[in-house]
């Protein structure tokens, strides 16, 4: 069924109209024309069929009025054809058109998914994570509708209005004219409805994104919610949301059910102007009775195609506003990778040169001249206030932002020379807020690239960050499923989790991101022997909150306002009495 051929192409420009947008999503229907053309056989036959229902009743009133074997055989067989042919119809045009209407939102949904996976990191600053998933779950759904139900609507109602209006020309002309005079107000009220529907449509999709992203959050800190007594709060947050979500739904339900019967109106006027013209003999002409009958039938036929026809644009505007939010986000430039340069394994030497970093949004520098060369397998610790820069400083090497000034270089070769993959494969990162997936502690330490790695490299890797003491205590041991984050996990098991993910992926950088935060002071004590063992050889970059964990790092440096205060081995610091002393003083003194 399926043609093999290429989807658009997701950097294409974001279109500006609304028909523009909705012939970009149409061209998603290109790769699967085989299946689009039978829905459109499929709706050709049951519009002839409709058509012929109208024009049998002709062969209705000849049986009534001459009675025949003949007449009520052949009646018989019509009506039973008719349906037959109609039904034929029905189900090739709704089969087909869903079956499309189904790969094109996989494949929407698929290409959205993908360009998440390759957006820069400040895209999901901007974006709330359950404004993200309320475009792959509602947003392409509703393109659905558009795809679908508005597509085979119509089509099949389309096709129906113009197989029954040839008819009405065929059998008396002059009456059908009288007919189409009350279509320009149709059109009218079918163009004043269709802009409200989109406009609203519109408003719809973001007050949706805020149901999604209040309830995500609520669900995700149900913990924090229970324990700060915020259930109100929340219930009152979600109610403000909801509540706006439906002010939109009834104001789309009001215009959709105010446009309907004034189109009927429309409709049974232009009925009734034909049943009073046809009283006159000049118009009437030499039409039958049956004839008469089989026209009149024909024109009320008509009535609910129209009002599908017409009924559909509210579909339509709610798909092309799904769609045009959808496009949006598939438009959105990925992350910058310019670089070629893929060596299999770097030797660790980091120089930071003259490095500024600011946010988009900020005037002022958030780093500034950061100066550092770091030799090959060097500990560095970095230790300041809130605020400093630290994170700021670390997140710059696998390029999760780009810097603003100056250059980094790893192995002499700067960062923007390497491609991103290969660049984020020298790089093992641990950071203080843990992310683990709803799936076993194996797929979790193995996570990624990791995922061929033996069962024997995971259990060492869980070793060695003093994991194994729990895992093996798990009804199923390394197989266990530890549910959404690691929520069946206390915070010191899913800090060693993370350890024995950056220690299976043996990367010749070290990122340790307030790695020890979580634990407790044995458990402290095990990692970092463990830690300090796997330091070894490796360029390790420690961000410390607890001075008593870096103090046998190579080298410390103390950040403020961005900039490198002080920079020296433990002993050297104390010495100077400096910024660091008096981090180390007020730790110590607040400790009993």
Known sequence: MKVTEPLPDPSAVLPAGSWDTYKRLLAYVKPFWVAFSLAVVGNIIYAAASTGMAAAMEYVIAAIENPTEKNRLLLTLVIVGVFAFRGLGTFLSQYFISYVGRQVINA????????????????????????????????VEQVAEATTD?????????????????????????????????????????SF??????????????????????????????????????????????????????????????????????????????????VWMMLAPEIRGGMTTGELVAFITAAT??????????????????????????????????????????PDRVEGRIDFDQVCFRYRDQLDNVLEGISLNIPAGQSVALVGRSGSGKSTLVSLLPRFYEFTGGDIRIDGRSLRDFSLK????????????????????????????????????????????????????????????????????????????????????????????????????????????????VMQGRTTLVIAHRLSTIEKADRILVMDNGRIAESGRHEELLAAGGAYAQLHQMQFSEQP
Request: charged share 20%; net charge positive.
């Open 150 to 190: 508005a597509v085979t609507i119509t089509l099949r109602e389309g096709l129906t209005i113009v197989g029954l209006l040839g008819y009405m020309l065929y059998t008396n002309w002059k009456l059908t004219l009288i007919f189409l005079a009350v279509g320009p107000l149709i059109a009218a009220v079918v």
């Open 422 to 533: 290969a660049l984020r494969a020298q790089i093992a990162l641990v950071t203080q807020n843990v992310v683990l997936f709803n799936d076993t502690i194996a797929a979790n330490i193995a996570y990624g690239a990791l995922r061929n790695c033996s069962r024997e490299d995971i259990r060492e890797a869980a070793a060695k960050a003093h994991a194994l003491e729990f895992i093996d205590r798990m009804p199923q041991g390394l197989d266990t499923m530890i549910g959404d984050n690691g929520v069946m996990l206390s915070g010191g098991q899913r800090q060693r989790l993370a350890i024995a993910r950056a220690l299976l992926k043996n990367a010749p950088i070290l990122i340790l991101d307030e790695a020890t935060s979580a634990l407790d002071t044995e458990s402290e004590r095990h990692i970092q022997d463990a830690l300090e063992s």
């Open 301 to 342: 036929t008509m009535a609910k195609p129209i009002r599908q026809v017409t009924s559909v644009h509210a579909k339509i505007q709610k798909g092309v506003a799904a769609a045009y939010d959808v496009f949006e986000t598939i438009d959105e430039p990925p992350e910058q990778d310019p670089g070629t340069y893929s």
């Open 193 to 274: 409805a269709s802009k409200r529907f989109r406009k609203i449509s519109q408003r719809i999709q973001g007050s949706m994104g805020d149901i999604t992203h209040v309830a995500s959050e609520s669900i995700t800190g149900y913990r924090v919610v229970r324990a700060f007594g915020g259930e109100n709060y929340e219930r009152h947050r979600f109610q403000e949301v909801s509540n706006k979500n439906l002010r939109q739904s009834l104001k789309m339900a009001s215009t959709q059910a105010i446009s309907i019967p004034v189109i009927q109106v429309l409709v049974a006027i232009a009925i009734a102007a034909l």
């Open 108 to 139: 929407l949904r698929n290409q959205v998914f993908n360009r998440l996976m390759t957006l820069p990191s400040r895209y999901f600053d901007d974006n709330a994570s359950g404004r993200l998933v309320s475009k792959l779950t509602f947003n």
